[in-house]
C-alpha cells in the first residue's frame, strides 16, 4: 500500500512537472515567434496608378498620396511607395506638398519615410511667402501633419536661403525649425 501511494505521488509530481514545463516552453516559443517573421518572398498586393485620399472626422480632405505605383507586405506591414507626392491639408493655408523618388509607408500610413531627392513646397499664402524644403530622406506624419529628419535641409523662403542638419515640422502650423549647424543668406527681392 506503501508502494502504491508512492508511485501515486511519484506519477503525480512527474505529470505537474511535465505540464508546467510544456507550459514553459510554449511560452518561450511565443515571445521568440515576436522577433522572427516568416519568410516572404514578395508583396502580398500592389496597387498601380494610385491616388490614396484621407478625410477627417469632419469629411474634409486632411492628405492624399499618388503614385505610380505601390507594394504591401503583410509580415511587416510595410508598403513600397514608387515616386511618391504627398499633399498635406490644413485649414486656412495652402497644402503642402513633398514629393521624392521612394518611399515606404508604415502600419497602414501612421509614418512614412521618404528618400532620395525629397522636396517639400508649399505655395505663397496670406500670412506667408512661398516656402520649399529639400533634404535626402524625411520622415512624415500625415495625420499630424509632422515631419522629421536628421540629414542635411537647405530652406528657401522669400529672398531667406537657410541650411542646418537635422529639422523638426509642424507643417500644420507653419513651423520649422532646423536644429544644428544653422547657416542662413538673404537675397532682398
Same mark, same amino acid.
Given at each position: $500500500?506503501? @508502494?502504491?501511494?508512492?508511485?501515486?505521488?511519484?506519477? !503525480?509530481l512527474s505529470l505537474v512537472v511535465l505540464i508546467s514545463s510544456w507550459l514553459s516552453f510554449q511560452q518561450a516559443m511565443q515571445q521568440t515567434s515576436k522577433f522572427f517573421l516568416p519568410k516572404q518572398t514578395g508583396p502580398d498586393s500592389f496597387m498601380e496608378k494610385v491616388i490614396a485620399t484621407r478625410m477627417n472626422v469632419s469629411g474634409q480632405l486632411e492628405n492624399e498620396l499618388f &503614385?505610380?505605383? $505601390?507594394?504591401?507586405? *503583410?509580415?511587416?506591414?510595410i508598403t513600397n511607395i514608387s515616386s511618391p507626392h504627398?499633399? !498635406?491639408? &490644413?485649414?486656412?493655408?495652402?497644402?503642402?506638398? @513633398?514629393? *521624392?523618388?521612394?518611399?515606404? *509607408?508604415?502600419?497602414?500610413?501612421?509614418? @512614412?519615410?521618404?528618400?532620395?531627392?525629397?522636396?517639400?513646397?508649399?505655395? *505663397?499664402?496670406?500670412?506667408?511667402?512661398?516656402?520649399?524644403?529639400?533634404?535626402s530622406a524625411i520622415t512624415v506624419y500625415p495625420k499630424s501633419k509632422y515631419a522629421i529628419t536628421d540629414q542635411s535641409v537647405k530652406i528657401l523662403r522669400g529672398g531667406l536661403t537657410m541650411d542646418g542638419i537635422g529639422m523638426e515640422a509642424d507643417l500644420n502650423k507653419n513651423e520649422i525649425e532646423l536644429l544644428s549647424n544653422i547657416k542662413s543668406y538673404h537675397a532682398p527681392t
Open positions: $500500500m506503501q @508502494i502504491n501511494k508512492t508511485l501515486t505521488l511519484g506519477t !503525480l &503614385s505610380p505605383r $505601390m507594394e504591401h507586405y *503583410a509580415t511587416q506591414n504627398l499633399l !498635406l491639408y &490644413s485649414a486656412g493655408a495652402k497644402p503642402w506638398r @513633398i514629393t *521624392a523618388l521612394h518611399g515606404r *509607408a508604415y502600419k497602414g500610413a501612421a509614418w @512614412i519615410d521618404l528618400w532620395t531627392n525629397v522636396k517639400g513646397h508649399q505655395a *505663397a499664402g496670406r500670412e506667408h511667402p512661398e516656402v520649399t524644403l529639400l533634404t
